[in-house]
């Protein structure tokens, strides 16, 4: 059976020694008088929550699956599930970062996003039933009416009412212009809705009372493609004027999806017929509110595959430390035993160091992240804002794709630490792998996503942001460049720093004379992007292990640090010199190609 223990230790360190991210938080008048050891607190008792109620569902929650009946189109989630559902609500978990004005405490979003990434690590599947009810509140909160808010954003903050995100058609993904479901004026406010959407996760289930269905959709009247989409609130069950739920709304259930992974959520085929909505926003301005929501799944599906990789990592290295097999390389290190542990193998720390390092890194980017959104959203300062966002922007599609693809890498590694017994479902490395998948498929590829990156936040403005982020690192090269016991983390960084612009401009120019390269360089990209940044964290991690240890401190998570560290820049950071390559050789060896599929 798979295990799981919160690595507070690290999270208080990104936290506290890496990114000071109560200076930031206090600087914001809300968060003024947040303490660190309310913070840490809070941590600990999520922790809690991760590995002692959610984490025991895991396996047995992938093995049941969800259950519909045919004749009420209800879903029936795994045993275990609704009860803890129930202990979340009851701990206060579903209100932790919302507004007060709601109900909500009104704690910081990174303190939020690091319990969802204990969450996931105990259990992506559970954690996605209220995880997309975070997105759904935060669309209505920037988008709705007034009268919208008071009618749902209170039952969501608590938790009593979850949400979906209703997009996917059977004949349309990613390309949301081709959508056909439409949407009836009645001539007192609200619309009548018919169409069906596929691939909706949490789209129906038994864990809460009601469930808020955002829903894109197009008027009789609308313009055709993606500026026609307008988006509505489709309740599950009528919401009457008291706020009690009335008659059965128009939207069911025809179907859950048989897949590959993530078997405790119900990913369900949804058809509305006639279903009752109001509009969100305004006609044909659909999409402004959806990608409120479609912005925070990406950031929520990036900590998805971290707290993945962080689990996979602590049940391989558990493994590789009592399996034995073979003798070590360089001589017995096990006399007593017939065998040594694996874990003295140099192959099986690669894997266990990839995923160590893939973990760290993310955490590092998803926090620093997450206190961007926080500062984008509440920080007095307008240009601050301002700039939180922009760079947030630059950053997201790195976090869904880079994070996600490593995700893949470090549970496959893992699971092969296991041997056959990976493959067995009773260890629990085989569903990681599994849900870890999805995560690179969906709110959007992770093609989608280096389409993002490189052609919307980085050529579209000649680089601008990407310099920014730049600055960011010539910042760390120009105070440390002299520090001998620094070089073999800022040297690396400050070469591809420099290789970027070059990089950047090379392909910006041949996408202007063939936007096929655009396609064909895009994920390449992004891999040397994701590379550039976890670099600059991973420098900066080195950074603050270096002087606890110059100052004496005989912590030995900072020798581990720095050692995870090396192994980084040594064995990962240097795929991006393959990645560059591969981007520059171009469009035509991809499209010149018609022989090979006629």
């Known amino acids: 059976m798979p295990t799981y223990t919160p690595p507070l230790r690290d999270m208080q360190f990104v936290m506290h020694e890496l990114l000071h991210v109560m200076d930031d938080l206090q600087q914001i008048p809300k968060h003024a008088e947040l303490d660190a050891d309310t913070v840490n607190a809070v941590m600990e008792e999520g922790g809690k929550f991760a590995s002692e109620v959610l984490q025991p569902l895991n396996l047995s929650g992938d093995m049941e699956g969800c259950r519909r ?26 209100a932790l970062a919302c507004d007060p004005d709601f109900g909500g405490q009104g704690l910081p979003l990174v303190l939020n996003q690091m319990f969802y990434e204990m969450l996931n690590s105990a259990n992506q599947a559970w954690t996605m039933y209220p995880g997309l009810t975070h997105g759904a509140y935060a669309a209505l909160r920037e988008h709705g009416t007034d009268a919208q808010k008071q009618t749902y954003l209170h039952k969501m903050t608590s938790g009593e009412w979850t949400g979906s995100m209703c997009l996917t058609e059977p004949h349309c993904g990613t390309d949301l212009g081709l959508m056909r479901t439409k949407a009836e004026a009645q001539g007192d406010g609200t619309y009548k809705i018919t169409g069906t959407k596929i691939f909706i996760s949490a789209g129906e289930h038994d864990m809460a009372d009601n469930i808020i269905h955002l829903v894109l959709a197009r008027l009789s009247d609308a313009p055709p493609g993606i500026k026609g989409v307008s988006l509505f609130i489709v309740p599950k069950f009528h919401v009457k004027s008291d706020g009690s739920l009335g008659a059965r709304n128009g939207i069911f259930c025809a179907g859950l999806e048989e897949k590959m992974g993530i078997h405790g959520n119900s990913t369900c085929q949804m058809v509305l017929d006639g279903a009752v909505g109001t509009l969100v926003g305004q006609p044909n301005k659909g999409m402004q509110g959806m990608f409120v929501m479609m912005n925070a799944a990406r950031l929520g599906v990036g900590n998805q595959s971290l707290g993945l990789t962080e689990v996979a990592y602590q049940n391989a290295l558990a493994y590789a430390k009592d399996r034995i097999q073979m003798r070590a390389l360089t001589g017995p290190k096990s006399k007593d035993q017939a065998a040594d542990p694996i874990i003295v193998h140099p192959d099986v720390r690669k894997m266990l160091l990839t995923a160590k390092a893939y973990a760290e890194g993310g955490r590092a980017l998803m926090t620093f992240c997450s206190m961007l959104l926080e500062k984008e959203h509440y920080h007095p300062d307008e240009k601050v804002r301002k700039d939180s966002g922009e760079m947030l922007a630059l950053l997201t599609p790195i976090v869904k794709a880079f994070i996600t693809d490593n995700g893949w890498t470090a549970t496959s590694g893992c699971l092969q630490v296991f041997g056959g017994h990976g493959y067995i479902k009773q260890t629990g490395m085989e569903q990681l792998v599994r849900d870890a998948r999805i995560n690179m498929i ?45 070089a073999e983390f800022i040297t690396p960084i400050a070469i591809l720093g420099d290789q970027m612009t070059k990089f950047t401009t090379e392909i910006g120019f041949k996408a202007f004379q063939n936007p096929d390269e655009v396609g064909a360089a895009a994920v390449d990209y992004l891999r040397v992007a994701g590379h550039m940044v976890f670099g600059y964290f991973w420098a900066r991690m080195a950074q603050v292990a270096l002087k606890e240890i110059a100052s004496g401190n005989t912590d030995t998570f900072y020798v581990a640090k720095l050692q995870t560290a090396r192994f980084y820049f040594a064995k990962l950071f240097p795929e991006t010199a393959t990645a560059m390559r591969t981007a520059r050789s171009g469009a035509r060896v991809l499209m010149d190609t018609d022989a090979v599929f006629a």
């Open 69 to 94: 009946d045919a004749a009420s189109h209800a879903v029936t989630t795994p045993k275990g599930f609704k009860e803890a559902y129930r202990q979340y609500i009851d701990g206060g978990w579903a």
């Open 442 to 486: 969906y709110e959007g590829t992770n093609t989608i996503q280096s389409l993002d990156l490189l052609g919307r936040k980085v050529l579209s403005n000649n680089g601008a942001t990407l310099r920014k982020f730049g600055k960011l690192i010539g910042q760390l090269v120009e105070e440390e460049g002299v520090n001998e016991k620094m």
